[in-house]
């Protein structure tokens, strides 16, 4: 089960923390990411982890904005938010796939397990 946190609302320029939390499994054998979805749009990947932390994707959309990063001892994955735009609004999803999974990270279909979402508002 996971369980994002952590959501709101912000002005454009402010930060965010998100959280997800990981239940009912070990939580090191699966890489884990943070995918959004806006109204009316696709969902789109956003960032990236690999199992143990070493490796990181990310959308053009946010690099050098968005951090990924995970606590394996807390069975946590965060997503830090900076210099928030209102184009960056959205329901943020957390997602998990099995470490071993070949496919590419920036593809839905290769994730095993998906958070219920937590909504990020960016007001102009």
């Known amino acids: 089960q996971l369980v994002e946190s952590g959501g709101g609302l912000v002005q454009a320029g402010g930060s965010l923390r998100l959280s997800c939390a990981a239940s009912?499994?070990?939580?090191?054998?699966?890489?884990m990411g943070w995918w959004r979805q806006a109204p009316g749009k696709e969902r789109d990947f956003v960032a990236a982890?690999?199992?143990?932390?070493?490796?990181?994707y990310y959308a053009d959309s946010v690099k050098g904005r968005f951090t990924i990063s995970r606590d394996n001892a807390k069975n946590t994955v965060y997503l830090r938010m900076n210099n928030l735009e209102p184009e960056d609004t959205a329901v943020y999803y957390c997602?998990?796939?099995?470490?071993?999974?070949?496919?590419?990270?920036?593809?839905?279909?290769?994730?095993?397990?998906w958070g219920q979402g937590t909504q990020v508002t960016v007001s102009s």
């Open positions: 997602a998990a796939r099995w470490r071993y999974r070949s496919g590419s990270y920036y593809r839905d279909t290769e994730y095993d397990y």
């Open positions: 009912g499994g070990t939580f090191s054998v699966y890489a």
């Open positions: 982890i690999s199992w143990d932390g070493s490796v990181t």
